[in-house]
Every structure is written in C-alpha cells, then in structure tokens.
C-alpha cells in the first residue's frame, strides 16, 4: 500500500508533529506532503522520508510568514498529484485535507481542530489583528469557509483528537468523526515519585488562550504560590514580578519539567484546548489537575480522580476550586495507580491501534 501524509506545515515540533511522528512509525514508506518545509527545525525522523512542498515553500520568508500565506494554500493543494497512493492521512489545523485523491484510495483525516481563524476563534483573531488584516480578513474569511466545508467532502473518514473537536467537525462539516487521542509520552512521567511541596503549577505562555492571567489572579487571591513555566510576554512578568507568590521560570528542560510536577500541589488548567497534552503528562506524573470545564480537558482529565473541574472561566471561579481542592481528604489523589490506568488510553501504542483498526475496517468493505 502506498501511503502519504500530508501535513499542514512543517516549521516546529509541537503535538501535531508528534502525531506525524507516529504515523511515520506505522507507515515507514510514507511520503510526505506539506505547504512550508524547514528541516532544521523538525527531528530526524522526519527528515529520514520524502518531503514534498507546494509551491508556498518557495514564496519569500515562508518559513516564517506561512500563516500569512495561508489564503493560497487551498489553491496550493490542488496542484499536489497524489493519483499514486492507495491511502492518504491528512493532519489538518491548517489546510491539508484538501488534496485530491484517486477514486479508489482512502482519505483519512486526522483533524487537530478545524482552522480556528476561520471559525470558533475568528473574532478573537480579528480583533487582535493590525489593520491590514482586518481588511483582508473580512473580504479572505467568507470563500475559505465555503473551500473549507466543500473540502470536507474529500474526507473518507473524519478522526478527531477529542469529543471537543469532533463537535466542531460536526458543526462546521456536518460530518461524524471517530475519536482517536493524540499520543503522549506518558511513560517518562509514570514513575516519577511524589515530593508534594507548596505550590500550584502552570504551563504556557502569558498571553491568548491559555489564560496563564486567571492562574495568577486567583493563586494572588488565595495567597498561593505558583510557579509559571514556559516563554512569556515581559510586560505581563513585570506587572507580576513584585509579588513574591508567583515565580516565572521561563523555558527549561525536561527534567526540571519531571522536577515540578513531581513537587505541585496540582497543575492549573484555565484554558480551553483542542486536546491539551500537559494534563495527560500532569497525571502521568501522579499531578492532580484544577481545569476549566470545557474543551479537551474533558478528555484529559477524570473528574474527582486525576483531578477537579471549575465551571467559569475566571480567577474568582478558579480561586474557589483552589480552595474546595485542597478541603478534600488528603488521600483522595494518593492513589498513584488511578493516575497510571487512567493515562494509558493515551499512550503511542493505543494511538497506533486504533488508527489502524479504522484502516483495517475501510479495507474490508
């Protein structure tokens, strides 16, 4: 069987890399298709195959302006001639899945989220933008829709990182996805011991949806300590640098990662995610998680478990959480192998099964 993957974008390693990485793993022989291509910043696993670009690669500063290119990728694909290959996997959160494939092949497409900017978050992206975006978002948005929705009927079968993300497929595409959890490393955390200190945790980026300012409110309301780890606006760390409860790492390294979530009293999730790998990895690690109530973390998380829930997104919501979490019995997330049982659902190996189980199902008929 020949097989390609195409794939977004390819500048970075982050979760949909590794979804890719996996894939690799079930089909070695894979070809793989792809808008922008930057070799150095993607690991050897994938340099090791066949990367073929669209014509975006060769526009100017593509490796960095490739999310401003983003209206002439639906053309782009177009001209990719997959006529050759009995599968195509399409990893879509940018236009991918919009190839043409021969009437005979199977056309999977494992969807990280629909384009956000096109939909749920549009108006969050429009507002934020200069504008010279504005402007052309406004006249751009409206034809990328109906190309995105009309690309969908390419699609054999929809896979979805979550039941979040399948909604929304349903939403926009009117199309019923299997659920299939992207792979997490979770057996570098599963047997780190427990050494409970006197901190909360959190991961991300100061700014946009992460919404690390509702962590850091509600941890100051509660006279909390939190540690904030991961890159940031300055502005944000200097409004916050004075009060002696939050302490900002920066970026570090994996085992200072191992280091903190051994320590963390629980991880603070205020965000809302497609999926959200850090949960997993918190309760891998044994990490109680505090998570707004909607997104991926319904996924991620098993309420009173491997974690809590709050129901508003704001500090004074979080601030209570904070407070009901820590009245709970001392024993109630002690239970080191509810938190191992619940994270192998999530694991490299439950990830290749399924996708190929969907595989293996098309086959047959």
Request: proline fraction near 5%; charged fraction near 25%; aromatic fraction near 12%.
């Amino acid at each position: 069987m020949k097989v390609a993957i195409v794939h977004y974008w390819l500048v970075n390693m982050r979760g949909g890399e590794k979804v890719l990485e996996a894939l690799l793993d079930m089909f070695p022989q894979a070809d793989i298709y792809t808008h922008v291509y930057d070799s150095s910043a993607v690991s050897e696993k994938i340099r090791s195959h066949n990367v073929y670009t669209t014509k975006i690669n060769k526009l100017p500063f593509a490796r960095k302006l490739y999310q401003k290119y983003m209206p002439l990728m639906p053309d782009a694909l177009k001209e990719l001639d997959l006529s050759k290959y009995d599968i195509i996997i399409s990893s879509e959160s940018g236009p991918a899945k919009g190839v043409v494939p021969n009437p005979d092949a199977f056309h999977i497409c494992y969807c990280h989220s629909p384009m956000r900017y096109l939909w749920d978050m549009y108006h969050e992206y429009f507002n934020s933008a200069s504008f010279p975006v504005r402007f052309f978002m406004k006249r751009l948005v409206p034809s990328l829709r109906v190309w995105d929705v009309m690309s969908a009927n390419l699609v054999d079968c929809f896979v979805a990182n979550s039941h979040y993300v399948a909604k929304r497929i349903n939403r926009y595409y009117n199309r019923q996805a299997e659920i299939v959890y992207p792979p997490v490393a979770v057996e570098r955390y599963i047997n780190i011991p427990r050494n409970v200190q006197d901190y909360y945790l959190f991961f991300g980026q100061l700014v946009g949806y992460k919404r690390a300012d509702i962590a850091i409110k509600a941890c100051i309301s509660a006279g909390k300590k939190l540690i904030v780890v991961g890159d940031g606006s300055s502005k944000q760390q200097q409004r916050y640098k004075k009060n002696n409860l939050i302490t900002f790492t920066g970026r570090i390294s994996d085992e200072e990662i191992k280091t903190y979530l051994s320590g963390a009293k629980a991880l603070l999730f205020p965000g809302v995610e497609d999926f959200g790998i850090i949960p997993v990895e918190a309760n891998a690690a044994g990490c109680p998680v505090i998570a707004y109530r909607k997104g991926g973390a319904l996924d991620s998380i098993k309420e009173n478990v491997t974690g809590i829930f709050f129901d508003e997104q704001t500090p004074e919501a979080l601030a209570e959480a904070i407070s009901r979490f820590e009245a709970l019995p001392s024993d109630q997330f002690a239970d080191r192998t509810l938190f191992t049982n619940h994270v192998q659902q999530f694991t490299l190996e439950s990830f290749k099964t399924k996708i190929q189980t969907i595989i293996d199902q098309r086959q047959r008929r």
